[in-house]
């Protein structure tokens, strides 16, 4: 079984930066994918960002330039760094890693974490 524990959400005024983080543990022989996604109030889940493992990374449009996504294989973590924060960027952000196990390939998701960007 695969774990993820995300931190680094809270409240920041419009214009602000944060970073979220995003730790997998558990078990994990590789990872292929790690991305984050947000669920704005009332609204579908969306992806914000995608980094695989060769190295390629693709964002939302309404992120790009102002988020990066970056990932520390040693230890199976994945980060958002978020800048020029906009109140529409106010959400809930899932992180989702995807990769092989032991016996079987994972999909798995974080608890989520709250972002609130005040105007």
């Known amino acids: 079984q695969v774990h993820l524990v995300e931190s680094g959400g809270g409240l920041v005024q419009a214009g602000g930066s944060l970073r979220l983080s995003c730790a997998a543990s558990?078990?994990?022989?590789?990872?292929?994918?790690m991305g984050w996604y947000r669920q704005p109030p009332g609204k579908q889940r969306e992806m914000v960002a995608l980094?695989?493992?060769?190295?390629?990374?693709n964002y939302a449009d309404s992120v790009k330039g102002r988020f990066t996504i970056s990932r520390d294989n040693a230890k199976n973590t994945v980060y958002l760094q978020m800048r020029s924060l906009k109140p529409e960027d106010t959400a809930v952000y899932y992180c989702?890693?995807?990769?092989?196990?032991?016996?079987?390939?994972?999909?798995?998701w974080g608890q989520g974490t709250l972002v609130t960007i005040s105007s």
């Open positions: 989702n890693v995807m990769g092989n196990s032991r016996y079987k390939t994972f999909d798995a």
């Open positions: 558990g078990d994990i022989v590789a990872i292929s994918d």
């Open positions: 980094s695989t493992s060769s190295g390629n990374t």
